[in-house]
């Protein structure tokens, strides 16, 4: 299995640009996550969802968005590129039992110039 | 108001020294978690506790679960440079929405050979 795969690795975006963080999870996990981790910080939730059709805001959803059309797929969309939205961007994946233990990605660094 | 206060903030070491980390809360938890992240990865699962006054073992690694289920701590026995991340807490709060996790403010450990 390759767990949760993120693409791309790194990205330099000017600011107005738009683009889409892909996450991929192989292991049939129903709840999956978005955070943004800031340099120094702990992660921030983004958006999250609970199966296919499913999404819900986290606790810093603005200028995002997101879609679950399949169990795998659970792209992070970033329409108008801001300074403020360069981070590090955490995909996470869970069962949903086994108290909610999260499975995270390598992760992808966006700089927003 | 954060949830989760993790201490310290920093902790610089060197190689064979023994260490504490705490993770506290005013909130109760059914359960902790605790994540290490290593430099340019995303977070690994170390351990869950779910019952109060619970102790688990990982190697040099020992973990706490207080017995009111409001804090936990890592103590790391002789650390090894291989020990060198982020480590972080995270659950969800008896009153919180179960199907996202809060993640605490981080501590950084440097163990320098």
């Known amino acids: 299995n390759a767990g949760v795969t993120q693409t791309p690795k790194f990205r330099i975006l000017k600011i107005g640009q738009s683009m889409t963080l892909q996450c991929t999870q192989d292991?049939?996990?129903?709840?999956m996550y978005w955070y943004r981790q800031d340099p120094g910080m702990g992660l921030k939730l983004i958006y999250y969802?609970?199966?296919?059709?499913?999404?819900d805001k986290g606790e810093v959803p603005n200028g995002y968005n997101v879609s679950r059309s399949t169990t795998e797929d659970f792209p992070l969309r970033l329409e108008l590129a801001a300074p403020s939205q360069t981070s590090v961007y955490f995909c996470?994946?869970?069962?949903?039992?086994?108290?909610?233990?999260?499975?995270f990605g390598p992760g992808t660094r966006l700089t927003v110039l | 108001t954060q949830l989760l206060e993790q201490s310290p903030q920093f902790l610089s070491i060197q190689e064979g020294e023994n260490l504490t980390v705490y993770c506290n809360s005013s909130?109760?938890?059914?359960?902790l978690q605790w994540y290490r992240q290593e430099p340019g990865e995303g977070p690994v699962l170390l351990v869950t506790?779910?019952?109060?006054?619970e102790v688990k073992k990982l190697k040099r690694l020992t973990f706490q679960f207080g017995d009111a289920r409001k804090d936990s701590s890592l103590h790391i026995t002789a650390a090894q440079p291989g020990d060198t991340g982020l480590y972080l807490c995270?659950?969800?709060?008896?009153?919180?929405?179960?199907?996202?996790?809060?993640f605490g403010t981080g501590t950084r450990l440097q163990v320098f050979p």
């Open positions: 996470a994946s869970s069962s949903g039992r086994l108290k909610n233990e999260q499975f």
């Open positions: 292991m049939n996990h129903n709840y």
């Open positions: 969802s609970v199966g296919a059709g499913i999404t």
């Open positions: 909130s109760v938890f059914s359960s």
């Open positions: 506790v779910v019952t109060g006054g």
């Open positions: 995270a659950g969800a709060p008896l009153d919180y929405n179960t199907d996202k996790l809060i």
